[in-house]
Each structure stands twice: as C-alpha cells, then as structure tokens.
C-alpha cells in the first residue's frame, strides 16, 4: 500500500488542523493505521492508532482529548483531526500501515505533512 499525507500548515496556538492520509491500492482496510510524528533532531514517536474497521483507537498521553484519529475504508483514507494545538505539537507528521495494532510495527509509512503551531 502507498500512502500520501496531506493537509499540514501553519496554525497558530489554540487552533485545530485536519490531516489526511489517502492510501492506494484495495487492501486499506486490512491494515491498522497509525500517525507518528518527528520533531526536529528526535526519534519518531507514536500519536496514534486505529484499527481495521476503526472500533479501537489509541492516543500518545501527549494529544490524548486532543487528537481524533478515524478511518474511512470506502475512501481509503485515515485522517487526523487535531485540536487545541500547542506550539510543541510542532513537527513533521506522518501516516502508516501495518498488521496489528501496535504504537511500532509498521511496515509502510507515508511521506511527512509539516506541522507548525505559532505561539
């Protein structure tokens, strides 16, 4: 599967952005999908994921209440919705897939969206 990652900008403090994350191919709904984020000389670290038919999700402590992560399978696409934006959510953000729902195994991963929250 290939994914493309959209949607990132500039938002200032207290704002919300919308990522989405569209997916090729026929097999999207066999696939857990998860957002991860790096922020600049950092590890990538988990934000969140969903599952198959997006009944379960998980959230990194850090976006919990404040990030939604959903699925559409009819449109091959996972999104992002991120509220009450701090400017230390600033980052690249990235979408992928994997087998099981997992904050690391992941085997295909997107290209990264740019996220900046102004103070």
């Known amino acids: 599967v290939q994914l493309q990652a959209f949607g990132g900008g500039l938002v200032q403090a207290g704002g919300s952005l919308r990522l989405s994350c569209a997916a090729s191919g026929r097999t999207f709904s066999r696939y857990v999908m998860g957002w991860f984020r790096q922020f600049p000389g950092k590890e990538r670290e988990f934000v969140a994921f969903i599952s198959w038919s997006g009944g379960s999700t998980s959230y990194a402590d850090s976006v919990k209440g404040r990030f939604t992560i959903s699925r559409d399978n009819a449109k091959n696409t996972v999104y992002l919705q991120m509220n009450s934006l701090k400017p230390e959510d600033t980052a690249v953000y990235y979408c992928?897939?994997?087998?099981?729902?997992?904050?690391?195994?992941?085997?295909?991963w997107g290209q990264g969206t740019l996220v900046t929250v102004s103070s």
């Open positions: 992928a897939a994997g087998p099981i729902l997992s904050t690391k195994e992941y085997d295909h």
